[in-house]
T-cell receptor, first 116, second 113 residues
Framework: AQSVTQLGSHVSVSEGALVLLRCNYSSSVPPYLFWYVQYPNQGLQLLLKYTSAATLVKGINGFEAEFKKSETSFHLTKPSAHMSDAAEYFCAVSASGYSSASKIIFGSGTRLSIRP | DTGVSQDPRHKITKRGQNVTFRCDPISEHNRLYWYRQTLGQGPEFLTYFQNEAQLEKSRLLSDRFSAERPKGSFSTLEIQRTEQGDSAMYLC???????????FGSGTRLTVV
């Protein structure tokens, strides 16, 4: 079974500051890991994904995440926050490989606020 | 490719009524998923289709919920005898395979009064 824990339901940073959103996962098999972003009243948009290739993954809008197996973590970072980054961010996990457990399990989300 | 479309965007219904939502996935995607999202929570898995076959259904889903995907194209999600606890955003997503990630629709917001 897979699960994710997002540490901090709300993170607030100043514009131009580092963004760090924390995610820890649990998986009984090698995982696929994802970060999604959700703007108000919209669906979820894929930011980036880890599928067992490079452990440092770069995504859209300047975000990146590093897969650390020893720490079971997949934290999302961005060097310099922009006002447009304000949104809800979801970490998610699924089982890798062709498996009947092919659904993605989402964390509870972290709301990112940007201070001017 | 117009993405994943969901209809309607908003639905207000009285408790006890039946409602049906529609999802049109990306045409070449053979996998289709339904999720439910309540305020302040992440999406919760409801059910999954591969082509027309419903391969998994959440144990949290009561018998009042049913989903279909005839001919492996669009899908419908029906809720019978709606309850106030059914109020949520219902999200549809499609995919070629799980490692591609999902493409989500904009969702249908259900309000049961």
């Amino acid at each position: 079974a897979q699960s994710v824990t997002q540490l901090g339901s709300h993170v607030s940073v100043s514009e131009g500051a580092l963004v760090l959103l924390r995610c820890n996962y649990s998986s009984s098999v090698p995982p696929y890991l994802f970060w999604y972003v959700q703007y108000p009243n919209q669906g979820l948009q894929l930011l980036l994904k880890y599928t067992s290739a490079a452990t440092l993954v770069k995504g859209i809008n300047g975000f990146e995440a590093e897969f650390k197996k020893s720490e079971t973590s997949f934290h999302l970072t961005k060097p310099s926050a922009h006002m447009s980054d304000a949104a809800e961010y979801f970490c998610a996990v699924s089982a890798s490989g062709y498996s009947s457990a092919s659904k993605i399990i989402f964390g509870s989300g972290t709301r990112l606020s940007i201070r001017p | 490719d117009t993405g994943v479309s969901q209809d309607p965007r908003h639905k207000i219904t009285k408790r006890g009524q039946n409602v049906t939502f529609r999802c049109d996935p990306i045409s070449e995607h053979n996998r289709l998923y339904w999720y439910r999202q309540t305020l302040g929570q992440g999406p919760e898995f409801l059910t999954y289709f591969q082509n027309e076959a419903q391969l998994e259904k959440s144990r949290l889903l009561s018998d009042r919920f049913s989903a279909e995907r005839p001919k492996g194209s669009f899908s419908t999600l029906e809720i019978q005898r709606t309850e106030q606890g059914d109020s949520a955003m219902y999200l549809c997503a499609s995919s070629l395979a799980v490692d591609y990630g999902y493409t989500f629709g904009s969702g249908t917001r259900l309000t049961v009064v």
